[in-house]
């Protein structure tokens, strides 16, 4: 991998980082104009369903590509998918915890504006790094740890007295889209890292365990359906309120996960945390744009201080304790020459 990696141009990797970019930005954007603009409301249930079918078998297609035929393409599904019911239970949860977030992704955009949101939810950071020391046993340098108290100290910023819509009329409650976010990110925390131990405890194909995870994901979301909208959705039908704009914010939400997961090999933190700093610039004139943001003091030190901390927090981190032995030896050896 590492050559390969190596090799990728860095056109290619800003390209990479473009859409990355893009795709995080207009999620968000397009996902609160669909959420505030209908006048038929979807239901949010129905479209994380349909999103995880639509990952399922976008997986399914890189896997056959993968395998390079279907007889081996069956074989692998046979094998890691229905003779191994213990696999998808494993992967069962984080399939009901990303179930639980990407509708929590719905409510917070009900009640928030997306550059607010997007701001707030980079709280993720900090979770996700608290889950990796727990679960992991990872630790964090001491950089690390000083973006992480910023990046809090800057979400407080923007939360403290958030930015107003002008143009959206729907009613809001900033309380609950917080509270929202809240839960979204600590199962975005927790599901990531179980995930990462799950990949890591044995060498099976990252799309198989997709596929195990998407399985268990569907019937969880069918379930969640039939649990909070099943009446409404028995009367009104499955896709009502669906427009193309409802679809779009679908297909981002298929796409953006497994396209991240693809590219994630051909950059490292740094571009990583630009793209997040440059999502969240892209959300914030897109909100002014087409909400009428209200752009204040606080949200925009907050915002800055988010991105900073962003920026220190994928800083490659230095081993010193490697490099003065080094230059010792070097040293004892000059002495020897003389």
């Known amino acids: 991998m590492a050559p390969a990696k190596e090799n990728v141009s860095l056109l290619v990797k800003l390209y990479y980082l473009a859409v990355m970019t893009l795709v995080a930005a207009t999620y968000t954007v397009a996902l609160r104009y669909t959420r505030t603009t209908g006048t038929a409301l979807y239901f949010s249930s129905t479209a994380v369903c349909v999103a995880e079918v639509i990952k399922l ?41 990303y179930a639980i977030q990407n509708n929590m992704a719905f409510l ?23 889950c990796t020391i727990l679960m992991l046993n990872r630790t964090l340098s001491k950089l690390q740890w000083f973006s992480v108290f910023m990046l809090c100290g800057g979400v407080t910023l923007v939360q403290w007295k958030p930015a107003q819509a002008t143009k959206v009329q729907v009613e809001q409650s900033p309380l609950m889209g917080f509270g929202a976010i809240a839960v979204a990110v600590l199962c975005s925390g927790f599901a990531g ?132 032995p080094v230059e010792t030896k070097v040293s004892k050896q000059n002495l020897v020459n003389v």
Request: with cysteine; charged share 10%; proline share 3%.
């Open 108 to 130: 917070a955009l009900s009640n928030l504006d997306a550059a607010v949101y997007q701001v707030t939810y980079q709280l993720k950071i900090p979770c996700t790094a608290l």
């Open 193 to 324: 890292v179980y995930f990462e131990k799950v990949l890591k405890s044995s060498d099976t194909s990252l799309w198989v365990r997709n596929i195990q995870m998407y399985l268990s994901g569907i019937t969880v979301t069918l379930a969640g359906v039939y649990m909070y909208d099943g009446a409404q959705v028995i009367e009104k039908g499955f896709f009502y309120g669906y427009t193309h704009y409802v679809w779009f914010v679908i297909f981002l939400s298929s796409v953006g996960g497994l396209y991240t997961s693809i590219v994630v090999k051909y950059t490292d933190n740094i571009m990583k945390g630009f793209s997040a700093a440059a999502a969240i610039v892209l959300s914030t004139v897109a909100s002014v744009i087409l909400f009428g943001l209200q752009i204040t003091v606080p949200f925009s030190f907050g915002a800055l201080l988010v991105c900073i901390s962003i920026y220190l927090y994928g800083l490659p981190r230095q081993d010193t304790t490697k490099i003065q």
């Open 57 to 97: 078998f976008l997986s399914l297609g890189i896997l056959a590509k993968e395998t390079g035929s279907l007889s081996k393409l069956l074989t692998s599904l046979r094998e890691n998918v229905l003779g191994s019911p213990k696999e998808l239970l494993k992967l069962g949860v984080p399939s009901v915890v």
